[in-house]
């Protein structure tokens, strides 16, 4: 049988692996798990009951940073959040006042999360409503105040102005000059920028080439695995390592597998050791084909 030669890439960040190999079966994996119906209980399914774009990011932004902790926990509280703006989060930012908030809100408790850095964090998002019409807006005068263009500059100032307008909200908001994973702005990111049958997509602002793959647990496991990383810890450079390795597989949406990815580990009918041993023999057939 003729043997298959595939270009293999050393990056420095991992062992060599071949693209080709792993993008054929991450194909097949995408197709087979990036389904609607795979979606619960995944925090996706908030941004993508809204269609307008104002509400869809200011309930993704929501999501996304409340989603740390036990699943079902998750669901409870962004719920909690979401259900007294009703239809249009926009709209109930924009004319909700101080005592309003107050009321909703005072005893809301996520883990660490307190009512009071709720508040804080839902009026951080009002501020920067009111200044720039929409949280796309404020990272597109982000992006156009770096002299250089640089998007991920623009990217990590935009974080740090959620930060400062929040006023920290330490449990809920993370930005990239802080060297950390940022997963669930990340997360955000990637629920905005992408569309496809399970993110809602909206922005134009950026591209799914500009994005970084949100690295949590899973993700990190799964990077290690498949030699995209060596790094232990799960901080930015790791998200920056893991990034590179699906760009050179995917080069225009690196963040494309991820949330095919991500259900193993996540569904209790998928485990991460089955996906491993599938890119594992996937690639060993791909070799020998």
Same mark, same amino acid.
């Given at each position: 049988?003729?043997?298959?030669?595939?270009?293999?890439?050393?990056?420095?960040?991992?062992?060599?692996?071949?693209?080709?190999?792993?993008?054929?079966?991450l194909?097949?994996?995408?197709?087979?798990?990036?389904?609607?119906?795979?979606?619960?209980?995944?925090?996706?399914?908030?941004?993508?009951?809204?269609?307008?774009?104002?509400?869809?990011?200011?309930?993704?932004?929501?999501a996304s940073?409340?989603?740390y902790g036990?699943?079902?926990?998750?669901?409870?509280?962004?719920?909690?959040?979401?259900?007294?703006?009703e239809?249009?989060?926009?709209?109930?930012?924009?004319?909700?006042?101080?005592d309003a908030?107050?009321?909703?809100?005072?005893?809301f408790?996520?883990?660490?999360?307190?009512?009071?850095?709720?508040?804080?964090?839902?009026?951080?998002?009002?501020?920067?409503?009111?200044?720039?019409?929409?949280?796309?807006?404020?990272?597109?005068?982000?992006?156009?105040?770096?002299?250089?263009?640089?998007?991920?500059?623009?990217?990590?100032?935009?974080?740090?102005?959620l930060?400062?307008? @929040?006023?920290?909200?330490? #449990?809920? $908001?993370?930005?990239?000059?802080?060297?950390? +994973?940022?997963? %669930? /702005?990340?997360?955000?990111?990637?629920?905005?920028?992408?569309?496809?049958?399970?993110?809602?997509g909206?922005?134009?602002?950026?591209?799914?080439k500009?994005?970084?793959?949100?690295?949590?647990?899973?993700?990190?496991?799964?990077?290690?695995?498949?030699?995209?990383?060596?790094?232990?810890?799960a901080?930015l450079?790791?998200?920056?390592?893991?990034?590179? @390795?699906?760009?050179?597989? #995917?080069? $225009?949406?690196?963040?494309r597998?991820?949330? +095919?990815?991500? %259900? /193993?580990?996540?569904?209790?009918?998928?485990?991460?050791?089955?996906?491993?041993?599938?890119?594992?023999?996937?690639?060993?057939?791909?070799?020998?084909?």
């Amino acid at each position: 049988m003729k043997q298959t030669k595939y270009k293999t890439v050393a990056p420095a960040f991992g062992g060599p692996f071949s693209p080709e190999c792993y993008r054929q079966v991450l194909e097949e994996i995408y197709i087979t798990y990036t389904r609607p119906d795979l979606i619960h209980p995944d925090p996706v399914e908030f941004p993508r009951r809204y269609s307008d774009k104002v509400d869809r990011e200011i309930a993704a932004l929501i999501a996304s940073s409340l989603a740390y902790g036990r699943v079902q926990q998750i669901h409870r509280s962004v719920e909690r959040v979401l259900s007294p703006m009703e239809h249009a989060p926009g709209s109930f930012l924009l004319s909700a006042s101080q005592d309003a908030l107050e009321e909703l809100y005072y005893d809301f408790r996520h883990r660490f999360t307190s009512g009071r850095e709720l508040i804080s964090f839902l009026k951080g998002v009002k501020r920067l409503l009111i200044r720039f019409g929409s949280l796309e807006e404020c990272l597109a005068h982000c992006i156009a105040a770096q002299n250089e263009r640089n998007v991920f500059k623009g990217i990590t100032a935009f974080a740090e102005n959620l930060k400062e307008a @929040a006023g920290g909200a330490s #449990s809920l $908001l993370a930005s990239p000059a802080d060297g950390s +994973a940022c997963k %669930r /702005f990340f997360l955000f990111l990637k629920w905005m920028v992408r569309h496809d049958s399970v993110d809602p997509g909206g922005w134009t602002v950026l591209l799914p080439k500009d994005i970084c793959v949100p690295v949590d647990t899973h993700m990190h496991k799964i990077g290690r695995s498949l030699n995209f990383t060596i790094r232990k810890q799960a901080d930015l450079k790791t998200v920056m390592e893991i990034t590179r @390795a699906f760009q050179i597989i #995917s080069p $225009l949406d690196p963040a494309r597998y991820d949330f +095919a990815l991500t %259900r /193993f580990g996540i569904r209790a009918e998928l485990e991460i050791s089955d996906l491993i041993k599938r890119c594992s023999d996937g690639v060993s057939i791909h070799h020998q084909g």
